[in-house]
């Protein structure tokens, strides 16, 4: 294709899917009850081979050319990397290490359960053939599916949580305490998989010892150095020098993590965590969120979409797969959550919502396998195993919570 008809392609793209995310977003949240962000993740498949390309093939391939899939994927990395930024701006540093003593208990179950499962059926998926790429090893297979398994969907955890007036409950600081370590631990061994899953040691060498200098700097030094912007907008407020300052540093974080082989989501989320909180962080909000949610994040469930192939799991042999992947997921993480919170002291009510809320893998678990998809660890059976259970995990949260929390909890004035 010629940069014109690229160009022309572009637009009716972009069209197509901000139309195909806001009326399913839409139905999700009015007449399911459930977070727009669904929706807008279901709407990246139907937009893929699975739907639209089973259905008008040739109408799909018009609209999403191969040639353009690089720069689908390219203002995909920019988005969700941006919204990671913004992950990071909300992330209640306070609360976080005040929930964190409690949450360690149920933080723990969380990771450690999955863990078992993925050392148990790791070897089984290396020998079923077709779901990772040859040169995977079983420890890196471990790793990654370790991982994808523990994630938590800690952006939309602390929506439910804000929308029900659970801030500051013993369930919403234990939920979110427990959802931001568990996070913080899949991140790290997604990037430990990432790094040795390179062209050598000094690949590895470049991608740890990078990617935890980066983070011990933005944990200590770069919380005193940013404050220069909270005197800034106190004096002038947003003006255009300093959204721009903003986003450069955003792109300086991004380039810099995915420079030494990790992923620009790294280098978005930990500068939102070192941005000064207060009027800073509510005028970059407000300039930033609309044009990344309404925009920007489509795209990346679009790509997303395109790269699920459920007529893959048409194979009895790979549904079964994928059905206990999906059962083994949701009784690892939601049942050894509950667990751990009935054994901390919590009571049956509070456990399971605990349970629900950190059940649900949402957008990160998305990120995770796009990460593994991209950089040749999984193919797309296994793929679009994960992507069926992220989504179902993610619509099961809202419901679930609602059945074995919320109404018991309204019924004894708790909300």
């Avoid at 450069?248 to 965590?273: K, P, S």
């Avoid at 690892?332 to 959550?337: D, N, S």
């Avoid at 994960?386 to 679930?400: E, F, K, Q």
Wanted: hydrophobic share 60%; glycine share 10%; net charge neutral.
């Amino acid at each position: 294709m010629t940069p014109t008809q690229l160009s022309i392609a572009f637009f009716l793209q972009v069209a197509v899917i901000l139309v195909t995310c806001r009326l399913v977003g839409t139905a999700a949240q009015r007449w399911f009850g459930q977070p727009r962000v669904v929706g807008e993740m279901i709407a990246g498949v139907l937009l893929g081979p699975s739907l639209f390309g089973a259905l008008a093939p040739e109408v799909q391939a018009f609209l999403f050319p191969k040639e353009s899939k690089p720069i689908l994927f390219v203002i995909a990395q920019f988005g969700v990397g941006l919204y990671m930024f913004l992950v990071g701006l909300g992330f209640d540093r306070e609360e976080f290490f005040k929930g964190a003593k409690g949450a360690a208990a149920v933080s723990l179950a969380g990771m450690a359960a999955p863990f078992a499962v993925a050392v148990a059926i790791a070897p089984w998926l290396i020998g079923h053939g077709g779901l990772f790429t040859p040169k995977v090893t079983q420890f890196e297979a471990t790793l990654f599916m370790g991982a994808a398994i523990a994630i938590t969907a800690f952006p939309m955890l602390a929506r439910i949580i804000h929308e029900r007036g659970l801030s500051g409950t013993s369930l919403g600081t234990l939920s979110l305490s427990a959802g931001a370590i568990d996070d913080a631990g899949a991140w790290v061994l997604i990037a430990l998989v990432l790094a040795s899953f390179g062209d050598g040691p000094q690949v590895a060498v470049l991608a740890i010892g990078g990617g935890f200098l980066f983070a011990l700097f933005m944990v200590l030094l770069a919380p005193r150095l940013l404050t220069v912007l909270d005197r800034r907008i106190e004096a002038t407020g947003m003006d255009e020098t300093l959204l721009g300052v903003v986003l450069i540093l955003y792109l300086l974080c991004a380039w810099a993590m995915d420079a030494v082989g990790i992923h620009a989501v790294f280098g978005g989320f930990l500068l939102g965590t070192a941005m000064p909180r207060g009027k800073l962080t509510a005028a970059i909000r407000d300039k930033l969120e609309p044009v990344t949610v309404v925009l920007l994040l489509p795209f990346f469930f679009t790509y997303s979409g395109l790269h699920t192939e459920l007529n893959l799991l048409a194979d009895p042999a790979l549904l079964a797969v994928a059905a206990l992947i999906l059962v083994l997921s949701i009784a690892a993480k939601g049942g050894a959550c509950y667990l751990a919170a009935r054994l901390s002291g919590q009571d049956h009510a509070t456990a399971s919502g605990i349970g629900a809320l950190m059940n649900a893998r949402g957008l990160m678990e998305l990120i995770v396998i796009n990460i593994g998809l991209q950089r040749g660890i999984i193919t797309p059976a296994l793929f679009s195993m994960l992507v069926v259970m992220a989504i179902v995990t993610t619509l099961m949260a809202s419901p679930l919570f609602e059945m074995l929390y919320g109404r018991r909890a309204r019924a004894e004035g708790r909300l």
